[in-house]
């Protein structure tokens, strides 16, 4: 029920993170969310599902196994939010420079500099923060579990959290100085130079985990605890055979699929579909 605890937390078992069921608490096992997932009704539903969990705890983790929708579920995330949406993938040589910010070599004028450059995060946050008209921004993080997160987040894993957030003041996130903000760490030091940064209230964190990686398992407590997480199933399943049996003959009646009697009773459609459906 919503109104259990549990519904907000997005916490799991740090043994059975791979194998977890929504934890918006919704469904009760895997039959009951295919059934309601049939309709176009309750993909808005789902959508909606997601959102609030997002305007909640700022920060969700779709998990799932490959093709079942998750980018697809990010597009219609945007459109519903109305958001500007800024995207980026995790992967194993992933930096905290490229991330949140750091010292690059550039050229300029025939002549090595080295000069601090702002990463994905710090970016959007700026775009986020300066806007005082209730605009909302999302980050959104594929294959979020490819990555070593703690390195790649640096101080971020503190500031992230829907508590620890700053309103939209039109400013920049980034600055040279401290604001005095008590949510805010610095993320580059010299001796005459340090970078400080803020999250405003108004940038999302939306990211994707592939469960069929075991790099899922390296998933510490500290950040679970920090995301909320939305399990997607796939559509792969007995209950949906009708339905895409007729999506195929729709977008091809009379050629491929049926002169070939592809989707007769214990045709091959069927024979396929029913053995990939047990996997």
């Not at 002549?111 to 970016?123: A, Q």
């Amino acid at each position: 029920p919503k109104n259990d605890e549990n519904y907000y937390t997005g916490r799991m078992k740090s043994d059975d993170i791979g194998h977890a069921s929504s934890l918006t608490g919704h469904f009760k096992d895997k039959n009951e969310m295919n059934t309601i997932g049939n309709s176009e009704a309750a993909m808005g539903s789902q959508i909606s599902e997601i959102v609030d969990l997002l305007e909640l705890r700022k920060n969700v983790i779709l998990e799932g196994v490959p093709g079942t929708g998750k980018t697809w579920v990010r597009n219609n995330i945007r459109d519903k939010m109305n958001a500007t949406l800024e995207s980026t993938t995790f992967h194993p040589a992933k930096t905290y420079e490229e991330f949140v910010g750091g010292i690059f070599p550039q050229n300029e004028d025939d002549e090595l500099h080295f000069n601090y450059l702002e990463g994905t995060v710090t970016k959007i946050a700026n775009k986020a923060l300066n806007d005082k008209s209730g605009g909302k921004y999302i980050l959104f993080i594929d294959e979020i579990n490819r990555a070593n997160i703690p390195m790649v987040m640096g101080e971020l894993l503190t500031i992230i959290e829907s508590t620890k957030r700053t309103e939209p003041d039109g400013s920049d996130a980034l600055k040279n100085e401290s604001t005095d903000s008590t949510w805010e760490v610095a993320i580059h030091t010299e001796p005459n130079f340090t970078k400080y940064l803020r999250l405003p209230s108004n940038l999302y964190i939306l990211a994707t985990m592939n469960t069929s990686d075991r790099s899922v398992l390296s998933m510490d407590a500290a950040l679970r605890r920090r995301f909320a997480y939305y399990r997607l199933e796939t559509k792969l399943v007995h209950s949906c055979m009708s339905e895409m049996k007729d999506l195929l003959q729709k977008s091809d009646p009379e050629t491929f699929w049926q002169n070939r009697k592809l989707f007769s009773q214990q045709g091959l459609f069927e024979i396929m579909f029913g053995a990939l459906a047990e996997i």
